[in-house]
C-alpha cells in the first residue's frame, strides 16, 4: 500500500522532475544540434593556397611586425606545420603538383619558361587527374575562386582549353586564369601591360584590367555562395588567393592599415577572407565535418625591391631550392578532429594533399586507375596524431632540373643558388625594380647565372640548421651515409620518369585574353 | 502570529542554509587564498637573461625545430614582445646597459677588445647604480645566480673587485663571473685553455674546470632556495643564464633529445629552469605578486659553424647592429596583471628595465639622485596596457662606436656590417671552426675588416622590411626628414655624453683567476 506522499516528499518530487526535464532537454539540444555536425565519412575539404606568401609572413610563424590575423587563428584552433614543403619554388610546377600529387616533371608543368604566360599554348594536360576530378568520382561538389596558373587557351586565345572547368570544378566564381601581380597595379603600368591583367567568371573574362580594389571581396562572396549552396552535400573548395605575390594591392579597408606596408595590408585581408570563411562554416554548423587546409604554393619572391614575403630564418626565396623557396606555412583546421594549438615537425609535402584528401574522402580512386602518384598519405599526420611521416626522399626542382632533395632531417643540394640579393645588386639602381625589364628578368632568371652544380653536394641539417649555413664536412661518415642512400633514391627517381614534353615550354601561340579586341578593357562586373 | 512552518518550507529553508554556508565558505576561501597573492605596491622582480640567444631560438619566435619549453609558456601566458632591442650586440656592454639603464659609452663598458677577459684589471666601475642597489633602497633582498661578466679582480687575481656582491647583490649562488662558451667543453679543448672556465660561488671559486653536466642544476637549486627563503619578501633575482652562448653542453636528461641538436637542447634546458621556477611560484602562491622577465643580452653567434643561435628574419648577428645582433627575444609573465598571449609590437629596449622597475616598485630612487638614464619609463608597455612605447631615438654600438639608430620605425646604418659567414668563408677551412685561433678572432673582431662607414647612411623601415634589405632612396623626401630629424638627435645624444675610460681596454694585469696554483683544477662542489 502506498502512503500520500508527505508534502516534503512532494516537493523533492517535483524538484527532480524538473531536473530530469531539463537534463533530457540539454542532451537533446546537444544531440540534435550536434547531429549535422559530427566528423562524417565525407568531410567537406577546403584548400586555401597563398601566392608565394613567405613562410614567415605569419604573425605564428614569427614575423615581428605582421598583425593577427586568420592564418594565426587556424594555427591556433587547429595545426600548424614548420616542416611542410612544395617540390617546386614557383606558381605553375607548384600548383600542378598540388592538383595531381604528382612530380611537375612527370605532368609536364616545368619548363626554362618556369611558368605559364597569357598567350602560352600549353596547360595541365587532360591525362591528368585532378584533385577536383577524383573528388567528383566520390560524390563531391567541386568549386574554386582565385587563382590557376595552369594553362588558359590551346588553339585560340578564346578556347578556354585548359581552364579549371576542364579539369574537375563544378562551380568557377571568380577566377585569375593567370595571375596577379606588380604590373597589374594601375598607378605604376600602363594600360598596354594591363592586358595581362584579366579576370573570368568560369570560362569569360568579366574585367580587364583587374579592380584590385573589388578582387578579394568578389572571391569571398563567391566562395560564401558556394558553400552555402552545397552545405548539405559533401563538398571540395579550392580558394586560391591573389595574395600575397608581389602584386602590392587591397581592397580600401585594408589599405594603409598593417605596421608592415602594403605587402601587410595584403596579408591580412587574406587572412580576414581565411576568417570570414571558417565565421560562416560555424554560423552553417558544418565545421566539424569541414576540413580546411591553409598553405603556400612555393616561398617568397626576396629580391631586395622591398615588395615580397619573409622566408624568415631560412635562406634563399622564390625560384631558389633553398629552403627559402621551398619550405611554406601550411596550417589545417578540423574543429573536434584536430585539436587546438598543435605544433607539427612532421616533414609533409604538397604533393601529399591529393592521395591523403582522397583517403579522408573515402576513395580508392588511386588504386583502382592505378595512378603514380608521387605523394603520400598523411592523414594522421594532419590530424595531429603522429609527428613523423614518412622515410621517403622529397625530390625538388627548378625548371625541371633536380637541385635539391630532402632525406628525413638532411636537405642534399645538388645545386648552390645565388642570392637573388647578390644578382639585383648588381643592376643598374634605375631598372633594379622594373617588374617588366627584361634586363632584370634575364638576369635573375638566368639558370647560368643564377645556379652552380655542385661536384660535390651539399648536404645540411636542416632540423638544426635550418639557415643551411653549415654544409656537413664531405669526409664524414654522416656525409658518406646519406649521399650513397640518396643517390639511390635519386637514380630510382629518375629510372620512374617517363618523358614528356614540357608543357610550359610550348609556344606562344594565342595572343593574350582579350575581352573587346583592340581595346581589351571591360568590366561586366559593374553591369 | 507565525503559522508553525510545514515540512515542505522546512526543506526549503534548510536547503537554503547550506547554499548560504557553502557561498560563504567559498567566497572566504578565494579571499583567503588570494590574501598574500594580490598584486601588491612591491611586486618581486625576476629578471631571466638569455647568453646570445637569437631571436628565432624559441618556437613562440619562429623556429621551425625547437621544442616548446618554458619561454614558449611565458609567451602563452603571458606577454611577447616583438621589437625589443639591446643597445650593443656584444656581452658586456649588453649587461652594463641592463644593469644600469645607461648607455654602454657612459659606463665605460665599451672597448676596443669588445668584452672583459678573464685578466682584465676593469669592470662596471662603482660609481654606476645597479638596478640591485636601487632596489635594495626600497626595501628589496637582492639575490643572483648564472652568468655575470662585468669584471671581476682589479689590483689582483683575487681582489674580487668588480663581482656582484660589491654591486648590490645580498645573495650571489653559482657564478660564473666570465661566462661560460666552447672553449669549455673538455672533448674539445685541453686543461690550459680549461683555465678560464670556472665557477664561484659570491666570492670564492668553486671549480674549475666547470662541471657541465651539474652547472644548470645548481643554478635551479640556488634560484630556489633563494625564492623560497625570501617568498615573504619583496625580492629582486636575477637568473642570469649560462645557456645558450655557443657552449654546446647540456645535462645528461637534456643532452641528445632536442630535434634541433645540442643547440636546442641547451634551449630546451634553459627553458626547463624557466618552467621550474614558474612552477614553484605558483606552488608558494607567490606569482600574482611576481613580474618575470625573460630576454636574451643580444643576438646569437651566427658564423656558418653551426654552433649558433637563429637571428630569424634578420640580418647579422652578434657583434653587428644589424637586427641580428640588437633584437632579442623578450617576454613578461605576471599572472593577473599580464594577460595571456599578448604579442606587443612596441618599440623597447632593455636599457627601459631600469626606470621601469624601479616605477613598478615604488623607488623615486632616480629622481633623488638626479641619475642620468637612458631608459624610459614602460610599466604600461610591459603589463601590456600600451603598445607604443615612446618617441625617444634609440642608439646601437660597436665597441665604443655609434653605428646604427632607431628611430619610430626607421632603422639608420651608420656603418655597414660584413655578413660573419662571408668573412668565416675567406678563412682556411681546417680553422675556422675553431675558436681559439686568433686568425678567426682577428678575422671576425677587426672593425677595419668587419664595418664601413657610409658616407650616406643607410635607412630601412624595418617594420615593414626587417631583414634591411631594401634601404630607402636617399633622394626621396622621407630619407631627408628622417635622416634631419636624427642627425639632430645624435648630435643631441653626442653633446650629453661625458668622456670616461674605456673599462674594457683597461690592461690585463691580473692572472686569469685560479682556485689553487698552479694547477688551477678543483671542484669544492663535491666536498
Redesign the interface.
Known amino acids: 500500500m502506498l502512503s500520500k506522499p ?3 516528499s ?3 518530487m517535483v524538484t527532480f522532475a524538473i531536473c530530469i526535464c531539463v537534463s533530457v532537454a540539454v542532451s537533446l539540444y546537444f544531440i540534435l544540434a550536434n547531429n549535422d555536425n559530427e566528423s562524417p565519412e565525407q568531410p567537406n575539404i577546403i584548400i586555401m593556397y597563398g601566392d608565394d606568401t613567405g613562410y ?1 609572413d605569419f ?1 605564428t ?5 605582421q598583425e ?1 590575423n586568420g592564418v594565426d587563428r587556424m594555427s591556433q584552433e587547429g595545426i600548424k606545420f ?2 611542410w614543403s612544395t617540390p617546386s619554388a614557383l606558381c605553375s610546377p607548384s600548383r600542378a603538383a598540388l592538383s595531381t600529387g604528382r612530380y611537375p616533371i612527370r605532368t609536364g608543368v616545368f619548363g626554362r619558361k618556369r611558368v605559364f604566360q597569357t598567350s602560352s599554348s600549353g596547360g595541365l594536360p587532360h591525362r591528368e587527374v585532378t584533385i577536383a576530378e577524383a573528388l567528383k568520382d566520390v560524390g563531391y561538389i567541386t568549386g574554386m575562386v582565385g587563382k590557376w596558373h595552369l594553362g588558359i587557351n590551346k588553339n585560340s586565345s578564346t578556347d578556354g582549353y585548359y581552364l579549371p572547368h576542364n579539369h574537375g570544378f563544378d562551380y568557377v566564381g571568380t577566377i585569375l586564369p593567370h595571375t596577379q601581380n606588380a604590373i597589374c597595379n594601375p598607378e605604376k603600368y600602363n594600360v598596354r601591360q594591363m592586358r595581362n591583367c584579366f579576370i573570368y567568371r568560369n570560362d569569360t573574362i568579366v574585367q580587364q584590367p583587374t579592380d584590385l580594389t573589388t578582387l578579394t571581396k568578389n572571391l569571398v562572396v563567391d566562395a560564401k555562395h558556394f558553400i552555402n549552396t552545397n552545405k548539405n552535400n559533401p563538398f571540395f573548395f579550392f580558394f586560391s588567393f591573389p595574395q600575397t605575390h608581389t602584386a602590392l594591392f587591397a581592397s580600401p579597408e585594408f589599405l594603409g592599415k598593417s ?3 602594403q ?2 595590408d595584403m596579408v591580412n585581408e587574406m587572412g580576414s577572407s581565411i576568417n570570414e570563411i571558417m565565421d560562416q562554416l560555424i554560423d552553417l554548423k558544418i565545421e566539424k565535418r569541414t576540413l580546411v587546409i591553409f598553405l603556400s604554393d612555393n616561398g617568397p619572391k ?1 629580391d ?3 615588395d615580397g614575403g ?4 631560412f635562406r634563399g626565396g622564390k625560384t631558389t631550392t633553398w629552403e627559402g623557396g621551398i ?1 611554406v606555412p601550411a596550417v589545417a583546421w578540423w574543429p573536434g578532429t584536430i585539436k587546438p594549438g598543435v ?1 607539427s ?1 612532421a616533414v609533409v609535402s604538397s604533393l601529399d594533399i591529393f592521395p591523403t584528401v582522397l583517403k579522408i574522402a573515402g576513395s580508392n580512386y588511386i588504386k583502382r586507375r592505378n595512378l603514380t602518384i608521387d605523394g603520400q598519405v598523411n592523414d594522421e599526420v594532419i590530424k595531429g596524431l603522429k609527428s613523423k611521416s614518412y622515410d621517403e626522399t622529397l625530390f625538388f626542382y627548378y625548371n625541371g632540373v633536380l637541385t635539391s632533395a630532402r632525406h628525413q ?1 638532411y636537405k642534399i643540394n645538388f645545386y648552390k643558388f645565388r642570392s637573388i ?1 647578390d644578382i639585383m645588386e648588381e643592376l643598374d639602381e634605375t631598372i633594379r625594380c622594373d617588374y617588366t625589364s627584361s634586363i632584370v628578368k634575364d638576369a635573375v632568371f638566368d639558370i647560368e647565372n643564377k645556379v652552380s652544380k655542385q661536384d660535390t653536394p651539399l648536404i645540411y ?1 636542416i ?5 643551411e ?2 654544409p656537413l664536412d664531405s669526409e664524414s661518415k654522416e656525409y658518406k651515409r646519406v649521399i650513397k642512400l640518396v643517390d639511390k633514391r635519386v637514380q630510382a627517381h629518375n629510372a620512374s620518369i617517363l618523358a614528356v614534353e614540357s608543357e610550359i615550354d610550348k609556344p606562344y601561340t594565342n595572343d593574350a585574353p582579350c575581352c573587346n579586341p583592340p581595346l581589351c578593357t571591360c568590366n561586366y562586373n559593374e553591369e
Chains 1, 2 share one sequence.
Open positions: 508527505s508534502t516534503g512532494f516537493v523533492i614567415a604573425q610563424y614569427g614575423h615581428p611586425t593577427w614548420t616542416q605596421k608592415r606596408g605587402y601587410g626576396f631586395g625591391c622591398g619573409s622566408p624568415g630564418v619550405r605544433v615537425n632531417q640579393v641539417d632540423e638544426k640548421d635550418p639557415q649555413s653549415s
